[in-house]
């Protein structure tokens, strides 16, 4: 059992010591004295712990069976945490977007089947040229939407998650892709002001011609750009696109960064960190025990000595918790991503 060199404490005893408690108190209304901190701000969300804003993003609730902007604010209260950075879905529903009838289920399996090089029977192959097509309109509709919309909603929504004591500080819709145009960039960086967010987040593009446009229109906005990165991460991963606007910025994983086999996880955030605008926590291996993503405590990414060193250097990005290890059985996304809290606050309480 490794323990901390930070702190002294094992990374095992932070989740085996209150675990427990979270997942079978979190959402019980009932005051429990010595409970985790957590409980404290049941219906009044508190995870600004010693100078550092924990959040989550709303993805981590994926698994729960609604998406509305008004059940997520539900998910976000019920862990206990005040800032997220919100996904496009819930918010863009709430401001009526056009649906979707495609089966994206299917659509994802075989994606995945041809990506395997299995190969597509006849049949498959003429079902994914229908779904192809048909999400090809559908996104046209979408861009259409986008240019017209009102950023009324957008506004309500904050005020709605304001008034629950949520933060948005960052959104990430899709619509930032080589294949959006500038008038839906435009509207993401529009309706992500309006939302309050001080940043937009996607996918770093590995297109400096991308990073470039999305840099020029962000300073146009005043409003800056999260590239997230997974195990392509690397300390010079977003250099070209540092270089290229002010306005462009990290949105860095540290789990990613150690399962792609960076050694010195806290390096990149001395190094970097006035161009953070978010960073993504996790629990993964490195290369060598498997690149796992686990509970955490239980993999290779050093959680605590991350959360400390944001404290300690009063480092004023989010850490954001990201649910990506499965679900065990009888829990659920808001009873695991409560528990990552309770993590984060022990580490910085430590």
């Known amino acids: 059992m490794k323990k901390t060199e930070t702190s002294g404490i094992s990374r095992r005893r932070f989740i085996g010591t209150t675990g427990a408690l979270v997942a079978g108190a979190t959402l019980s209304q009932t005051p429990l004295i010595g409970a985790p901190a957590i409980l404290k701000f049941y219906n009044k969300p508190n995870s600004l712990i010693n100078g550092v804003q924990i959040g989550t993003i709303t993805y981590s609730f994926r698994s729960m069976p609604d998406q509305s902007a008004e059940a997520t604010l539900k998910y976000?209260?019920?862990?206990?945490?005040?800032a997220i950075e919100l996904m496009g879905d819930p918010a863009e529903s709430f401001a009526g977007k056009?649906?979707?009838?495609?089966?994206?289920?299917?659509?994802?399996r075989l994606m995945r089947k041809q990506r395997s090089g299995e190969g597509l029977t006849d049949a498959e192959k003429k079902e994914m040229e229908e779904m192809r097509a048909q999400m090809d309109?559908?996104?046209?509709?979408?861009?259409?939407?986008r240019e017209t919309v009102s950023m009324k909603p957008f506004k309500q929504i904050r005020k709605m998650y304001k008034q629950a004591g949520v933060r948005i500080y960052g959104f990430k819709p899709n619509a930032f892709g080589q294949n959006n145009t500038d008038a839906e960039?435009?509207?993401?960086?529009?309706?992500?002001?309006?939302?309050?967010?001080?940043?937009?987040?996607?996918?770093?593009?590995?297109?400096?011609?991308?990073?470039?446009?999305?840099?020029?229109?962000?300073?146009?906005h005043k409003i800056y750009v999260g590239y997230h990165g997974h195990e392509q991460q690397t300390p010079t991963f977003w250099?070209?696109?540092?270089?290229?606007?002010?306005?462009?910025?990290?949105?860095i994983d540290i789990g990613h960064y150690v399962a792609?086999?960076?050694?010195?996880?806290?390096?990149?955030?001395?190094?970097?960190?006035?161009?953070?605008?978010?960073m993504h926590v996790k629990d993964r291996q490195t290369p060598a025990?498997?690149?796992?993503?686990?509970?955490?405590?239980?993999?290779?990414?050093?959680?605590?000595?991350?959360?400390q060193l944001l404290?300690?250097?009063?480092?004023?990005?989010?850490?954001t918790v990201e649910l990506e290890y499965e679900v065990p059985e009888g829990s659920d996304a808001v009873k695991e991503v409560a528990k990552c809290l309770e993590y984060c606050r022990k580490a910085l309480e430590g």
């Open 185 to 220: 960039v435009d509207y993401g960086m529009r309706a992500a002001k309006a939302l309050g967010a001080t940043h937009i987040t996607l996918e770093h593009p590995s297109d400096d011609a991308q990073t470039m446009r999305l840099g020029k229109l962000a300073q146009k």
């Open 98 to 108: 056009p649906e979707s009838k495609i089966d994206r289920g299917a659509m994802f």
């Open 260 to 278: 792609a086999g960076n050694d010195k996880p806290l390096e990149i955030l001395k190094l970097r960190h006035d161009r953070i605008m978010s």
């Open 137 to 145: 309109a559908y996104n046209k509709e979408v861009a259409a939407w």
């Open 311 to 319: 404290r300690d250097q009063k480092y004023q990005f989010p850490a």
């Open 289 to 307: 025990h498997g690149k796992g993503n686990l509970p955490w405590g239980q993999g290779d990414t050093p959680i605590v000595e991350v959360l």
């Open 76 to 82: 976000v209260t019920d862990c206990g945490m005040s």
């Open 239 to 251: 250099d070209t696109a540092l270089a290229q606007s002010p306005y462009n910025a990290l949105n």
